[in-house]
Nanobody, 117 residues
Framework: QVQLVESGGGLVQAGGSLRLSCAAS???????????LGWYRQAPGKQRELVAT??????TNYADSVKDRFTLSRDNAKNVYLQMNNLKPEDTAVYYC?????????WGQGTQVTVSS
């Protein structure tokens, strides 16, 4: 079992910045560790979509819509941060932290990000 605790959402004007944090934890005795951490988002009426992910080895994957504006970082195996700059109204969504153990994905509760124009 994986628990994900998110923080850092809020309301910001277009062009502003926010930083999301996610702390992951696993029950003791887990045989396999977290291999991928990252963020997805879901806007009203839309499907959940990838924002960015990072592997244990440091490989990152970004959605085209956020490249050059968002930066994902990881300071150990279980903490991940999403620095979001130059935010746009279309970035408004609930942002979900994501963790993968082997081939099973786990989700946080989500944090709201609202960008006003």
């Amino acid at each position: 079992q994986v628990q994900l605790v998110e923080s850092g959402g809020g309301l910001v004007q277009a062009g502003g910045s926010l930083r999301l944090s996610c702390a992951a934890s696993q029950a003791s005795g887990n045989k396999f560790g977290i291999n991928t951490l990252g963020w997805y988002r879901q806007a009203p009426g839309k499907q959940r979509e990838l924002v960015a992910t990072i592997t244990t080895g440091g490989s990152t994957n970004y959605a085209d819509s956020v490249k050059d504006r968002f930066t994902l970082s990881r300071d150990n195996a279980k903490n991940v941060y999403l620095q979001m700059n130059n935010l746009k109204p279309e970035d408004t969504a609930v942002y979900y932290c994501y963790a993968r153990v082997l081939f099973i994905g786990h989700w946080g509760q989500g944090t709201q990000v609202t960008v006003s124009s």
